[in-house]
């Protein structure tokens, strides 16, 4: 009688391990996936705060860089491009666009000392220094938090309870964003 | 693995900051009992529960608080957003990458190169920058040396150090006093078998500020190397910091006016006092330096 009891007791914590242990892994995805969602936003942010930005450049840059309309032009077409961007995909292109619009910008500013001494312009500068640096930092812990992620739904026992989630993409630096910035003049 | 031992060191440094809060409060109350049973034997146990109610709430208010007391003594002031937008930006983008709430920023003036970091737990922390740090790193050194601080926030370091930092202090102070009231105790009362706790009181008074630096050194030092390869690990540049380090080593003179009881606070060891040859509450920066540099 006592042996049963035992054995029955036994089956108990068995099926209460497998319970626990399937929350477990259950919540873990969960808390990765929140983490990932929550890292975009991060990227999110910057990407709005540079574009934000912009409208404010073109008018202390206007003044001074009075053949540069070309390039003017560039960056107020790159923002309106990430302002109506819609998916993550289209964020990471045209966010990489204007970045690379803007260095054009601060590339020929090399050739206007006047503005270049404008506090006005130094304080953008580093403004948007700051945010190119914060971009880079989300983008890693954007990537950090994708590679726990898919570490866990690929590997055993986490696959088991996966339930066939596909993995995330990572966050990879765009083409237009790795290649030296092109400056005619 | 690396974010298993951030959890396990997370952990470690809240059980740490319990053990150390009890075992202050504790000692304290202690002392406070040995010096009123030689003073006023009659009243003991009444002092007694005074001494631990005014631990109890010292104990809370240094948690809660330690950092705005920390921040005063060093007279560090909030930066300003356009004058240092510059730190304030790094500050923010190394919060991003290592996924904690952006700790507020401050600037203390003083010409040696030196940073630290204070409060009770990520979403209440701070940093500061020396003046001198500010002029002297450029924007990759400071990046390093703001990751360091970084990394002792995100691990929780922070709370541990900050009471550490508060609680630490008292004990020396009391030690003094104890130390000191023996010269009250009426001569017909040393005969009268109260000898042995003034022995006690004695090697209290003088073991405990020994102590409490051994301490002080004891959990300052790993700490400092684990920061550093955190930082190392948020900003993926080493050799950030290890110039930063380098600079340190060339330009300071050890000469800041900040108390012995926050230097294991900075990051690199704010004034060399005799007591250092034995007890360091920071470890060598050639040897921090090495390491960073053959990651």
Redesign the interface.
């Known amino acids: 009688m006592e042996t049963i009891w035992w054995i029955a007791l036994a089956i108990v914590g068995i099926i209460v391990l497998i319970v626990l242990i399937c929350i477990y892994y259950i919540n873990r995805i969960r808390v990765l996936s929140n983490r990932i969602d929550n890292a975009w936003a991060q990227i999110d942010v910057q990407l709005k705060k540079r574009a934000d930005l912009v409208p404010n450049l073109v008018e202390t840059v206007r003044g001074y860089m009075k053949h540069e309309q070309k390039a003017i032009d560039m960056v107020t077409k790159a923002r309106e491009r990430m302002l109506s961007a819609g998916d993550k995909k289209e964020k990471i292109a045209a966010g990489a666009g204007l970045a690379a619009a803007l260095k054009t910008i601060f590339a020929l500013a090399e050739n206007y000392p006047n503005l270049k001494a404008s506090d006005n312009f130094r304080m953008l500068q580093e403004e948007l220094d700051g945010i190119e640096s914060k971009v880079a930092y989300a983008r890693q812990f954007y990537n950090d938090s994708v590679l726990s992620y898919n570490n866990l739904i690929t590997t055993i026992p986490g696959r088991w309870f996966a339930g066939g989630r596909a993995q995330h993409p990572y966050f990879e630096i765009a083409e237009a964003e790795r290649a030296p910035v092109k400056v005619s003049f | 693995m690396q974010?298993i031992s951030f959890l396990d060191q997370i952990a470690k440094n809240k059980r740490n900051s319990i053990f150390l809060t009890i075992f202050v409060v504790a000692f304290v109350a202690a002392i406070v009992y040995l010096i009123i049973r030689l003073l006023f034997p009659g009243l003991a146990l009444i002092f007694l529960a005074l001494a631990l109610a005014i631990m109890i709430s010292h104990a809370y208010i240094s948690y809660n608080y330690g950092d705005r007391i920390i921040l005063k003594a060093v007279h560090a002031k909030p930066a300003d957003p356009?004058q240092h937008?510059?730190l304030?930006?790094?500050v923010?983008?190394?919060s991003?990458?290592?996924?904690v709430p952006t700790p507020k920023v401050y600037v203390m003036e003083d010409d040696e190169i030196n940073a630290f970091t204070c409060g009770k737990d990520p979403k209440h922390a701070s940093i500061t920058v020396t003046t001198g740090a500010l002029k002297n790193l450029n924007r990759t050194e400071l990046?390093g040396v703001v990751g360091h601080e970084m990394s002792h926030i995100a691990n929780y370091d922070v709370r541990f150090m900050t009471l550490v930092a508060v609680l630490v202090g008292l004990i020396a102070i009391l030690s003094y006093m104890l130390l000191r009231s023996y010269r009250f105790v009426r001569e017909e009362e040393r005969e009268k078998g109260i000898g042995l706790l003034i022995v006690v009181g004695f090697l209290l008074a003088i073991f405990a500020p020994i102590a409490s630096r051994l301490v002080q050194a004891m959990i300052s030092r790993r700490r400092e190397y684990l920061a550093d390869a955190g930082g190392a690990q948020?900003t993926?540049y080493p050799e950030g910091l290890a110039s930063a380090l380098e600079k340190i080593k060339n330009i300071n003179q050890g000469k800041m006016k900040v108390s012995e009881s926050i230097s294991h606070l900075f990051i690199s060891d704010p004034a060399h006092t005799a007591l250092d040859d034995i007890f360091a509450t920071h470890p060598p920066l050639t040897k921090r330096i090495e390491i960073l540099r053959a990651m």
């Open positions: 974010k356009v937008a510059y304030i930006n790094t923010e983008g190394l991003i990458a290592a996924g990046e948020l993926r």
